[in-house]
């Protein structure tokens, strides 16, 4: 059994620790959506996290934990600076003001060529990320954001989805509560990007680009929007596709633009949507998300 | 406790608002009337800060309101219900109502990071609030539905209930009572006369002729953004600047 486990590792290590590595990308993106966001800086935060540890294990010799702190930090600092303008925006001109955001990193990388290597990018990173990191990474987000939406503050990020103007008339201080979504989606893609950098041993301006949004995208809202379930069980799905289906990865943004299509036509919740499952095994639908105090052992719906 | 001085509102080319002035004094049900367009949402959108004014001032409690965001000035005491009603479809009943006490709830990052004591006890008491607020306008036992499935009566209730966990001083009411039946508006004329024996202000908008001078103790009447009259229902009933804006002249 146990040799079976270990030929498995040797062979999928790589596979298993991407599926951990875009389950925290399409965490962070899950938590701007979750206040109704579209904002699609993610990948770019990403890029900035990797460059910024891999630089400083690489160049600065630092600890592994200390690269990965700054890693966090730098992307969630560029989120404040930029959010600030840019999230009096809403719907379609926030992604439009996030994407070109993104351009901006992509090219300011690409043409960094001292710094980061430009246009060849980063190689001989030293392969510091154990497994354990990965899945600890995950558990940790998963408990803050988990907390997190049963708190005032995911009551508050629910509401402004639902009605900004309504929610700021209940006292809620709407952009106070955006940038606290984008900035921590910004810290938990960084961490993605600190971790990834160190697993794959090299990192290239292109790989944090457009086509890397629309893909953390596609796997949040095929997976389902409505919970924390659905954003890692989109990303597990997405990233073991492409091995499945040898055609996939040649037409991998087309075919994750298919089935973003495909999913706002007939499953707007994603995959993992608790409400239609319940309904379609008979028992009543509720929902919404329960306070702690609505019963001492309600089982949390999502 | 509110006072409009000389408040004037242009959007553009477009004057909504010249030269208004009144005050709702504390304790009152003073009630804001006048033809379709007038300028009485404008009003409530002033005070609640959704948009500044061209001119005037605006005091609550002697405080000025303008320049202040929306957030702020809930957090003064003013609530507000919407005229399109505006509550959070996919939340229950519940949640809508505890949304409105987000400021109150003033447990820190440790406290909802850990689930400690403090942060639990004071979801418990929010919940506990909501149902009394629930059960004030007529919505009690069922908190835990969803607010879409509600009927259109109900969920003007429930913004009631919601404004009502802000816990604040004054009550704007946007047409509290728009397209209900008669049997509908007489309960929520109760629930308002409840509610106002409790020590709030409340400042409502509405059309229903009977509503407002049932409920009202003073009436403001506005048209075309200016006031052409101000006093108790009696004299409103009969001023004639108040028939000729809504019945027209005899010519």
Redesign the interface.
């Given at each position: 059994m146990s040799n079976w486990l270990d030929t498995f590792w040797a062979i999928y290590s790589n596979l298993v620790l991407t599926i951990g590595i875009n389950a925290l990308l399409a965490l962070s993106i899950w938590l701007t959506l979750s206040c109704g966001l579209l904002a699609m800086a993610n990948a770019a935060f990403m890029g900035l996290g990797a460059y910024t540890a891999s630089l400083l294990t690489m160049d600065a010799g630092a600890p592994f934990p200390v690269a990965v702190l700054a890693g966090v930090a730098l992307p969630t600092v560029v989120a404040l600076i930029v959010g600030l303008p840019t999230l009096r925006l809403s719907g379609v001109y926030l992604a439009m003001a996030t994407l070109g955001f993104g351009e901006v990193v992509r090219i300011a990388l690409l043409n960094a060529d001292s710094l980061t290597g430009g246009a060849l990018g980063l190689s001989g990173i030293p392969q510091l990320t154990q497994w354990w990191h990965v899945v600890l990474a995950i558990l940790v987000v998963l408990l803050v954001l988990r907390q997190l939406r049963r708190s005032r503050i995911g009551r508050a990020l629910e509401a402004i989805k639902e009605d900004q103007v309504a929610a700021s008339l209940m006292g809620v201080d709407v952009m106070a509560h955006k940038m606290l979504a984008f900035a921590l989606g910004a810290a938990i893609a960084g961490l993605a990007g600190a971790l990834s950098a160190h697993l794959s041993s090299y990192i290239g301006p292109g790989e944090f680009g457009f086509d890397r949004g629309v893909d953390i995208l596609t796997m949040t809202i095929f997976g389902g929007i409505g919970g924390l379930t659905g954003p890692v069980l989109g990303a597990a799905v997405i990233t073991v596709l492409p091995e499945l289906l040898r055609s996939f990865r040649d037409y991998r943004t087309m075919i994750n633009g298919a089935i973003l299509v495909l999913v706002v036509l007939f499953l707007p919740k994603g995959l993992w949507d608790p409400a239609r499952m319940r309904s379609w095994f008979g028992r009543r639908p509720s929902y919404a998300p329960t306070i702690v105090a609505d019963s001492p052992s309600a089982p949390e719906p999502r | 406790m509110l006072a409009l001085d000389k408040v004037s509102k242009r959007f553009g080319g477009l004057l909504v608002l010249e030269d208004v002035s009144f005050a709702v004094p504390k304790g009152c049900v003073f009630g804001l009337i006048g033809p379709n367009g007038a300028g009485k949402t404008t009003v409530f959108n002033l005070v609640?800060g959704?948009i500044a004014p061209t001119g005037g001032a605006i005091t609550f409690g002697g405080v000025s309101l303008i320049g202040k965001?929306?957030?702020r000035i809930?957090?003064l005491g003013i609530?507000?219900t919407?005229q399109n009603i505006?509550?959070?479809?996919?939340?229950?009943l519940?949640?809508n109502v505890?949304?409105?006490m987000?400021?109150h709830?003033d447990?820190g990052v440790p406290q909802?990071?850990?689930?400690l004591p403090g942060?639990?006890g004071a979801?418990?008491r929010?919940?506990?609030r909501a149902e009394e607020l629930l059960s004030w306008v007529g919505l009690g036992g069922r908190a835990?539905d969803?607010a879409d499935n509600l009927s259109y009566g109900g969920q003007r209730r429930l913004e009631l209930a919601?404004?009502l966990?802000?816990e604040p001083s004054m009550l704007l009411l946007d047409e509290p009572v728009a397209g209900m039946n008669s049997g509908e508006k007489d309960e929520l004329m109760a629930v308002i006369g409840r509610i106002v024996s409790r020590g709030y202000t409340v400042f409502l908008i509405e059309h229903d002729m009977g509503f407002v001078m049932g409920l009202c103790e003073r009436i403001a009447v506005i048209n075309f953004g200016r006031v052409i009259a101000e006093g108790p229902p009696e004299a409103i009933r009969s001023d004639p600047a108040v028939i000729e804006a809504y019945l027209g002249r005899e010519e």
């Open positions: - | 609640t959704l965001k929306p957030h809930t957090r609530a507000r919407f505006r509550v959070f479809k996919e939340m229950t519940r949640e505890v949304v409105g987000h400021t709830l447990y909802w990071l850990f689930s942060y639990r979801e418990r929010a919940a506990e835990s969803v919601r404004a966990a802000t």
